[in-house]
């Protein structure tokens, strides 16, 4: 089987726009990112259940696991609110190279996992809003199945967008399970951003129903609503909208809920664990003021304010994709502070 090619990490010359934001700033910003493992990508797939309701999960790596061999790390994928788990970490975008977040970080080593949330994608629906606490509750339900298949105890949390909001929520609930957080267009409180406030004018709609429309209209707004769409091949909102439609054109609303009428939800100073915040250079999700707030509170000194030049709030269907890939892999990879 032939190995996907991916555009190669840049070196650390080369990603230019990172910016200070006090101390700690380049935890993690270490070596380039190191060679690739050599295999086939492997992938399996499985279930866990919140009460009655099934929720699928998506394993990728290199390589089947085999019995009494070395386990390897484990990082956890955490969607957003408008796409399901394999149209955002496991795209396929024909001729247009490599969009699976899933198969870079398996072939960098590690062991990753994502799962589709309450009613998202393969999972099933309890018929709630799946709003970031109910993301929080199918975080705890699927993790045990995590752990009992990888034989680890910890797992690395990435999230985009909302997905970013549910993964800082769970490693506020269960620090114990949560190795290094990363959170890529993530929102704290919304003031100055422009498409929350969009959705703060809308919260009326947003709590009138538990779902919203997202069409494929919807879908490619996604791309253009930040007034950058050159940023983006214009294949990518194509590919999810052939991802996603089998599912239907409804999806929950309680995340969108959540980030115009309920923010703050997350406390910074409650994350125990490492942190990397990332931040596309023009993202209408959020500003630099909003998250800088967030990240000076956090009470690690493992942390990294990251900003990616020439992206916008969907780093990993950016052209600029294999910045966020750096970044995530030297995160991850860091070595651990030693007291002293």
Do not use: C
Not at 13 to 19: N, P
Not at 210 to 227: E, L, N, V
Not at 243 to 259: C, H, N, R, V
Not at 281 to 291: H, I, K, P, R, Y
């Amino acid at each position: 089987m032939n190995k996907p090619k991916h555009p190669e990490p840049p070196t650390l010359a080369r990603r230019t726009v990172i910016k200070a934001a006090g101390a700690g700033l380049l935890a993690g910003i270490v070596a380039p990112a190191a060679a690739e493992p050599a295999g086939a990508i492997w992938s399996a797939e499985y279930w866990a259940k919140k009460g009655e309701v099934k929720l699928n999960l998506w394993r990728k790596r290199a390589g089947a696991p085999k019995p009494g061999e070395a386990a390897l790390p484990v990082v956890f994928l955490v969607h957003g609110s408008s796409n399901s788990a394999r149209s955002s970490y496991d795209l396929n975008v024909p001729g247009k190279g490599e969009y699976s977040l899933m198969n870079v970080l398996a072939r960098y080593g590690y062991d990753v996992w994502t799962m589709d949330h309450d009613g998202y994608g393969y999972s099933g629906s309890s018929g709630n809003n799946s709003d970031v606490a109910s993301g929080v509750e199918d975080l705890k339900a699927v993790i045990p199945v995590v752990m009992k298949e990888t034989g680890q105890q910890k797992a690395h949390f990435y999230g985009t967008s909302s997905g970013g909001i549910r993964a800082a929520a769970y490693a506020q609930a269960q620090p114990e399970r949560v190795g290094r957080l990363m959170l890529s267009a993530f929102t704290y409180k919304g003031n100055g951003a422009a498409e929350i406030e969009r959705r703060r004018k809308r919260i009326e709609q947003l709590r009138a129903s538990p779902r919203r429309k997202r069409d494929a209209t919807m879908i490619r707004s996604i791309f253009t609503r930040d007034g950058h769409p050159s940023f983006y091949d214009s294949a990518v909102p194509e590919a999810i909208i052939a991802a996603e439609m089998k599912f239907g054109d409804q999806i929950p609303s309680g995340t969108y809920l959540d980030m115009a009428a309920n923010l703050p939800i997350v406390d910074p100073k409650k994350i125990l664990s490492p942190v990397l915040m990332l931040r596309g250079e023009f993202d209408g999700n959020s500003t630099n003021d909003d998250l800088l707030d967030f990240y000076r509170q956090l009470p690690n000194g493992d942390r990294a304010f990251v900003i990616l030049p020439q992206t916008a709030h969907s780093p990993g269907y950016s052209k600029n994709r294999h910045l966020l890939y750096y970044a995530l892999h030297n995160f991850i990879a860091a070595p651990t502070p030693e007291a002293v």
